[in-house]
């Protein structure tokens, strides 16, 4: 009975060891892939231009998305910041159906989208999503979404 | 010699509890305070207008501003999620030298102040100050610092 017990702690920290060694060696490789390639980590947001939003409303727009994006997912942006310099991206759409196609696309390759609506209480609409954030991931990984967007 | 660790921890829990109340009263202080007034928490962005920087540019650099609080005063933001609804204000200065003043004056209050330098791979020199980011904070209390510039 003792030594069934032992035995079964024994597995459990063995079991236990090899989960933070995979999880270790998994972040080492992504460390790695970082250092060693143009494989960067960054976060696109992408803003709709149809709205005719001036500067400063879009520069709010994309402030709510990176400061959502950080309080949302704190683990998963830590690697952003510590590797990537929190790099970022700011790409232009013309309408709200692209980034509704663009936002499917990413939940399929299982991208973090942060949508962002604005409650209107200046220049447009309350409930329009104005932006959407798409990541922190890596750059190769979001170009095939929004590789095609230009510059705002 | 038993009695005296008793009272004494009796002591420790009473002061611990003491503690705790004085902590939650504030909060609840604050919270009302948001509730009952105009005094809500908000998040001030100040935007160099002289560097003449694009639509894009301007509104990566508030989104350096606005995920970098977040991420370097994780516990600090809560209240401005939970109560303040994230809300932010992006306002346009003239001159380095106007938001060097700013930002001495906001450490005087004891506002956090989040300073974005660019690392100047596009549009403008490395290292410039391209914007600054005050608190999230009580609105009474940014206004007296940032109250005369105007709206981006």
Redesign the interface.
């Known amino acids: 009975m003792h030594l069934r017990i032992y035995i079964d702690r024994v597995d459990y920290i063995s079991r236990l060891f090899s989960f933070m060694d995979l999880f270790n060696l998994y972040d080492s490789f992504s460390f790695f892939r970082i250092l060693n390639s143009s494989d960067d980590i960054k976060?696109v947001?992408v803003?709709r231009k149809d709205l005719g939003m001036?500067?400063?409303k879009?520069?709010?727009q994309?402030?709510?998305?990176?400061?959502?994006?950080?309080?949302q997912n704190?683990d998963h942006?830590a690697k952003w910041?510590n590797y990537g310099?929190?790099k970022?991206?700011?790409?232009?759409i013309q309408s709200e159906k692209e980034l509704i196609d663009i936002i499917k696309k990413a939940q399929a390759y299982g991208i973090i989208t942060t949508v962002i609506r604005d409650?209107g209480k200046t220049q447009i609409e309350p409930n329009t999503m104005t932006c959407c954030g798409f990541g922190p991931d890596y750059s190769t990984k979001l170009d095939k979404l929004t590789g095609h967007l230009k510059?705002?």
């Not at 994309?62 to 309080?71: I, K, P, T, Y």
């Not at 970022?88 to 232009?92: D, F, R, T």
């Open positions: 976060y947001i803003v001036g500067v400063g879009i520069a709010g994309v402030g709510h998305a990176c400061s959502s994006v950080v309080w704190p942006v910041f310099g929190q970022k991206a700011v790409l232009k409650a510059l705002l």
